[in-house]
């Protein structure tokens, strides 16, 4: 297996992977989506609310709210030593909201949650929780803990995860013409005359759709769009609660969990 | 009603956008091009800012009148 970083930055991650099969992708991507665990706020005790958002609405809109998560210092609930349906410090984190509308409307952002671990606050200050009219009132705590994505999708460290074949484009220059309808047709601009010539652009962008191949005036047509077996372009979109690497890596130890678990239960058959 | 935290269809983010967004198309700008530059590409996401209207701001307008009235109304019985 080869592995090429594309692109980079704190949310996202491109890379092209080559030597492997579609069957381990598709594991590494369903892995991703639902066993990586990350933080989310899943029981929330309401305390006083006039506002004029139902609790449940409420308590919703603070369950899709990501946080940042720490793996090292936090367990699985269902994995945590202290057996317990609360918690303890080891699997649970409290964050409180006391908000008061005493002059005029105000916004109350994921900011003004107040966190008892500073490493676990929300990704960004400034989602609009709810809006207080003058005189309402939100108090509320939130316990938040670790979960996997295929209990429910606010645990999904990840907004998108996606993987494609490798495009490979032949253009065969003793039948083109270079008339241009290819170029012209491609919806991600890959192709680009240059001269009596059909040029590749930006190959990645290739989304295999054919357009290009029937188009071509030609009979057979000159160009000719396929992909590289065992080739694959994997795209990863976090939704800030880990960074991209480390959602991979988390994927690929939990893989290797899961298969030895898994050769462990054919032992177990066999005997 | 109020902006939804995340996009309904791939979970990313969104509620924090919703304010600069708004603010930006209001003041001229256009609407696509305010989305590009928040960095939101997929049609999913752009819809959820697109097509969003902020119901909340009109319901509050009657909790802001009744608090309105009734500061008026304790004015007048403390005269």
């Given at each position: 297996?080869?592995?090429?970083?594309?692109?980079?930055?704190?949310?996202?991650?491109?890379?092209?992977?080559?030597?492997?099969?579609?069957?381990?992708?598709?594991?590494?991507?369903?892995?991703?989506?639902?066993?990586?665990?990350?933080?989310?706020?899943?029981?929330?005790?309401?305390?006083?609310n006039?506002?004029?958002?139902?609790d449940?609405?409420?308590?919703?809109?603070?369950?899709?709210?990501?946080?940042?998560?720490?793996?090292?210092?936090?367990?699985?609930?269902?994995?945590?030593?202290?057996?317990?349906?609360?918690?303890?410090?080891?699997?649970?984190?409290?964050?409180?909201?006391?908000?008061e509308?005493?002059?005029?409307?105000v916004?109350?952002?994921?900011?003004?949650?107040?966190?008892?671990?500073?490493?676990?606050?929300?990704?960004?200050?400034?989602?609009?929780?709810?809006?207080?009219?003058?005189?309402?009132?939100?108090?509320?705590?939130?316990?938040?803990?670790?979960?996997?994505?295929k209990?429910?999708?606010?645990?999904?460290?990840?907004?998108m995860?996606?993987?494609?074949?490798?495009?490979?484009?032949?253009?065969?220059?003793?039948?083109c013409?270079?008339?241009?309808?290819?170029?012209?047709?491609?919806?991600?601009?890959?192709?680009a005359?240059?001269g009596?010539?059909?040029?590749?652009?930006?190959?990645?962008?290739?989304?295999?759709?054919?357009?290009?191949v029937?188009?071509?005036?030609?009979?057979?047509?000159?160009i000719e769009?396929?992909?590289?077996?065992?080739?694959?372009?994997?795209?990863?979109e976090?939704?800030?609660?880990?960074?991209?690497?480390?959602?991979?890596?988390?994927?690929?130890?939990?893989?290797d969990?899961?298969?030895?678990?898994?050769?462990?239960?054919?032992?177990?058959?066999?005997t | 009603?109020?902006?939804p935290?995340?996009c309904?269809?791939?979970?990313?983010?969104?509620?924090?956008?919703?304010?600069?967004?708004?603010?930006?198309?209001?003041?001229?700008?256009?609407?696509?091009d305010?989305l590009?530059?928040?960095?939101i590409?997929?049609y999913?996401?752009?819809?959820?800012?697109?097509?969003?209207?902020?119901?909340?701001?009109?319901v509050?307008r009657?909790?802001?009148e009744?608090?309105?009235r009734r500061?008026?109304?304790?004015?007048?019985?403390?005269?």
């Open positions: 297996m080869e592995i090429e970083v594309l692109e980079k930055d704190d949310k996202n991650i491109r890379l092209l992977v080559r030597g492997v099969d579609t069957p381990f992708m598709n594991a590494l991507r369903r892995n991703i989506l639902a066993e990586v665990p990350c933080m989310a706020i899943d029981e929330v005790v309401i305390i006083e006039s506002s004029v958002l139902h449940e609405i409420i308590a919703h809109r603070l369950g899709l709210i990501p946080l940042k998560t720490d793996l090292e210092s936090y367990n699985l609930p269902e994995e945590c030593s202290c057996k317990s349906e609360f918690g303890c410090n080891l699997c649970r984190v409290t964050l409180t909201l006391d908000r509308a005493k002059d005029g409307t916004t109350v952002y994921s900011g003004e949650l107040v966190s008892e671990n500073p490493n676990i606050t929300p990704v960004s200050d400034k989602i609009p929780i709810i809006k207080l009219a003058k005189g309402q009132k939100l108090r509320l705590e939130a316990y938040a803990r670790l979960g996997k994505g209990i429910h999708a606010k645990w999904q460290p990840v907004s995860c996606a993987y494609k074949h490798m495009p490979q484009i032949k253009i065969d220059a003793k039948n013409d270079a008339c241009g309808r290819c170029v012209e047709i491609c919806p991600k601009k890959v192709l005359k240059n009596d010539k059909i040029e590749i652009r930006d190959l990645l962008a290739c989304t295999l759709c054919q357009d290009c029937d188009v071509c005036p030609k009979e057979p047509p000159a769009v396929g992909w590289e077996k065992n080739t694959f372009i994997f795209n990863l976090s939704t800030g609660v880990l960074p991209p690497e480390r959602i991979l890596e988390e994927a690929l130890k939990i893989l969990k899961n298969l030895e678990e898994f050769a462990k239960q054919i032992e177990v058959q066999k | 009603m109020i902006i935290v995340r309904f269809t791939c979970g990313k983010l969104i509620g924090d956008k919703w304010e600069e967004f708004a603010r930006r198309v209001k003041m001229g700008e256009n609407a696509g305010v590009d530059s928040l960095g590409k997929r999913c996401c752009r819809r959820m800012l697109l097509s969003h209207v902020e119901i909340i701001d009109e509050l009657f909790y802001e009744t608090e309105k500061e008026a109304r304790g004015y007048y019985y403390r005269e």
